[in-house]
């Protein structure tokens, strides 16, 4: 099994890297590749527990995906996250459930019910790869992947309620929903103490490699805790991903270049292994179906696979349509309120950014999403590995019969397997067909990058200003020439990380080391401004990074060039 275990890993990732090498749909690729390979004779039949997958695949792949999930984003975002992460999963489980107990009553209401869980959340893995390739916008892209980040929250508390009443347990709609509410509050609780704590260690130890090694441990011991407390390990894990991905400007730029590499590997590594786990498990499960009940089980996959088709667009729009009339609503009240005098923009908390009435008024309103979007969105649905873990989990569940548990997988491996092939493989088509593109983010983008220079150049003055004083009391005036030349050119042009090299052949030898100082302190006042424009909503927070990233690349170059001066050139 350990050699079986490494060959699939080895295998999945050339697959993957070829598919990346391609401009394939790596996780597409990898699955069918699996699926093909399950059916040659030397490959042996991989078994694996549903608990132990979810508990070693989950954790990671929800931490590294909320570590990249803006949260101001997340924040605008959350009624239109939480209708698809919450409401229609809760739908769909029922639905399906409903559907599968009429077709199959040997599953008995809740075992069809716990089927419905185990079909309800999708897996963003594939649909956020494909969006990134084509250039889904940012609105789009940050519903998606806060979907996934509290979907399977859900799908995992309905699994954990309809398992308990197969084994016996008599749970009301009230212990339902107490065991939802305990859920949220202990994984958010205890992800919170988690992240706070990797963030004060973030800015405390100054070696990236140990950072980085504790920041790939700790989201397992936060998914463990929260469940062994009863909570929710994946919004453990969300909650921790957010706060330390939302408070990561604020650390060691090493810390935040080691990082980033390492995840992108730990990423392709689960990822390639779960769609390849997925894909091998199409052998087992066609042995699994029996003669006589083979076609009775099919038409329940197909029927099954059919709800979950139809009931995500059939929600997603009458949805939205009432979500627009609420806002509107809403609206309409505000206005009333700053036309009474209501709102006094002078009254604002001590420490907190000034608020407008216009930005209020925004914080009321939706980012907007019209009817092609919709559509995006409703065939973004592939299944992944939360719906195979939990149906391999299920199987064990020793009061559901052998039928009805051989039923649940194989519903659950089709379900998964069919909307991977079928809206994977169709989306970009789709994308491409409506016109979806991030043409509107590039515009958006450019005025707020242009903002944040001016910004940045007039911070920079400032701050140039206070610190010409202190050379002023150190230098004569050959120094003050030079450092008037270099501010000069730090203010005109910011990105230029060869100024250093140029200014400091006319300076004196004590003055490199200010002259570096100097430079560190103006990347730190553009840190401070991107900062503060994007905790005032003026700054997208995935274009923070990206200009983040810039100053980081420029912080690098300046040490290296440090590290390899020549002891002669002080």
Do not use: C
């Not at 997340?74 to 809760?90: E, N």
């Not at 408070?247 to 992108?264: G, H, I, K, S, V």
Request: net charge neutral.
């Amino acid at each position: 099994m350990d050699a079986m275990l490494f060959y699939v890993l080895v295998g999945a990732v050339i697959v993957a890297a070829i598919g990346r090498w391609r401009g394939w749909p790596a996780p597409l690729l990898v699955t069918v590749v699996a699926l093909a390979a399950s059916f040659l004779p030397f490959i042996p039949d991989l078994d694996l527990d549903g608990h132990l997958l979810l508990n070693l695949v989950l954790p990671p792949l929800l931490y590294s995906a909320a570590l990249d999930v803006s949260f101001v984003g997340f924040k605008r975002s959350l009624p239109q996250i939480r209708r698809l992460g919450i409401w229609l999963v809760l739908i769909t489980a029922a639905a399906a459930g409903l559907v599968a107990w009429l077709i199959f009553p040997a599953l008995t209401l809740p075992g069809a019910l716990l089927l419905g869980a185990i079909v309800a959340p999708p897996d963003a893995v594939s649909a956020a790869a494909i969006g990134r390739k084509l250039g889904l916008p940012r609105r789009i892209m940050t519903v998606l992947s806060g979907e996934s980040l509290i979907n399977d929250a859900t799908s995992l508390t309905l699994y954990r309620v309809f398992a308990a009443i197969i084994a016996g347990a008599t749970l009301t709609v009230w212990d339902g929903i107490w065991q939802f509410a305990l859920a949220v509050v202990v994984g958010v609780v205890i992800g919170l103490v988690f992240g706070i704590i990797l963030h004060q260690l973030r800015m405390r130890v100054a070696d990236p490699v140990v950072i980085g090694t504790f920041g790939l441990l700790v989201p397992f011991g936060a998914y463990a805790i929260a469940e062994h407390l009863g909570g929710s390990g994946v919004l453990a894990v969300v909650a921790m991903g957010l706060y330390v991905g939302f408070n990561a400007p604020r650390t060691d730029y090493t810390t935040r270049q080691q990082e980033a590499p390492l995840w992108l590997s730990a990423d392709l590594l689960l990822e390639s292994f779960v769609f390849a786990y997925i894909g091998l498990q199409f052998k087992r499960v066609l042995s699994d179906l029996g003669d006589e009940s083979v076609w009775h089980i099919l038409l329940l996959s197909g029927a099954v696979l059919l709800v979950v088709l139809l009931v995500r667009p059939l929600y997603i729009y009458p949805a939205h349509a009432l979500a627009r009339w609420q806002e509107r609503a809403r609206l309409r009240r505000w206005d009333r309120a700053v036309a009474a005098g209501r709102f006094d923009e002078s009254r604002q908390r001590p420490g907190r950014p000034p608020v407008t009435a216009e930005q209020m008024k925004a914080r009321l309103t939706e980012p907007a999403l019209d009817w092609k979007d919709n559509a995006v969105i409703s065939w973004a649905g592939m299944r992944g590995v939360v719906t195979l873990a939990t149906a391999l989990a299920a199987a064990d569940i020793a009061e559901l019969p052998t039928g009805p548990s051989h039923a649940i997988v194989i519903v659950a491996f089709i379900v998964t397997v069919a909307t991977l092939l079928l809206q994977g493989l169709t989306l970009p088509l789709l994308i491409r067909r409506l016109g979806v593109a991030g043409d509107a983010d590039e515009e958006a983008d450019a005025a707020a990058m242009a903002a944040v220079r001016a910004r940045s150049r007039e911070a920079g003055k400032a701050f140039l200003a206070s610190q010409r004083k202190v050379w002023a009391g150190k230098y004569g005036e050959a120094e003050m020439k030079a450092f008037d030349m270099f501010a000069s050119r730090m203010t005109r042009v910011e990105t230029d990380t060869d100024q250093a090299q140029e200014v400091e052949d006319s300076m004196p030898k004590p003055s490199y080391e200010d002259l570096v100082a100097l430079s560190k302190g103006w990347l730190h006042v553009r840190r401070e401004v991107l900062l503060a424009e994007r905790d005032a909503d003026n700054l997208d927070e995935e274009l923070m990074r990206e200009l983040m990233t810039a100053i980081d690349a420029e912080e690098l170059a300046l040490d290296t060039r440090g590290a390899t001066r020549t002891p002669g050139r002080a």
